[in-house]
């Protein structure tokens, strides 16, 4: 869970994991799509980390590289953005590597996927996984879905205030809501929050009328 203060929140506090021990930065060539979830190399930056094991600065398959940066099935790459497609002779490949390998859809999280169901591709899915092994909708993609009520992306997180969202993309709590948050406030009467003489419950939520 990403915490006030946080910019990455892997579920753990180590390094070179694509975030910082400290959960204060996002490493250089990876990418957090979900607050609390693993981190994964951001394929197509020709940065060669992670599990990763070719990125030739594109996501296009077969060209030797796959949109997941994993060397496809009978390549051979010379450089992490050179790579280049050789015969398969008996499931093997000239550079001596079998000819099938970690692929989206064998339900295991590899390269540059996001995410892999094992082929189910659950594309409008709430949370979902992409046949391309890209998630789907989801709480912190900055887009309103599913049973979401707010969504705010990285700015989620707020624990009190009328425009905050919380990183389960509810709304924050905040003064005016009628509901009593004994954190922030002393009193909360929603529309009925007022500074006027009498009134039980002042705008701001901090003081009971003594009238």
Known sequence: MLQPGEIC???????????????????????????????????????????????DRNRISDDGCSDNCLIEPGCVCLTDRSCSCVLCVA???ANGGACDGPRCGDGVISGGEECDDGGTGDI??????????????????????GSEEC????????????????????????????ILDLVHERCDLGGANSDS????CSSDCQRRSLI
């Open 9 to 55: 929140d892997d579920g753990n506090v180590l390094s070179a994991d694509g975030c910082s021990a400290d959960c204060g930065t996002i490493q250089e060539g990876w990418h957090c799509p979900v607050p609390g979830t693993r981190c994964v190399p951001t394929c197509g930056d020709g940065l060669l980390v992670g599990s990763e094991t070719c990125d």
């Open 91 to 93: 499931g093997v490949a």
């Open 124 to 145: 409008g899915g709430y949370p979902g996984c992409t046949s391309s092994c890209r998630y789907a909708a989801y709480c912190g993609d900055g887009i309103v879905n």
């Open 151 to 178: 969504d705010l992306g990285p700015n989620n997180g707020a624990t009190y205030g009328r425009m905050g969202c919380t990183v389960g993309c509810r709304p924050a709590p905040y003064c005016g809501d009628g």
């Open 197 to 200: 003489p009498g009134a039980d």
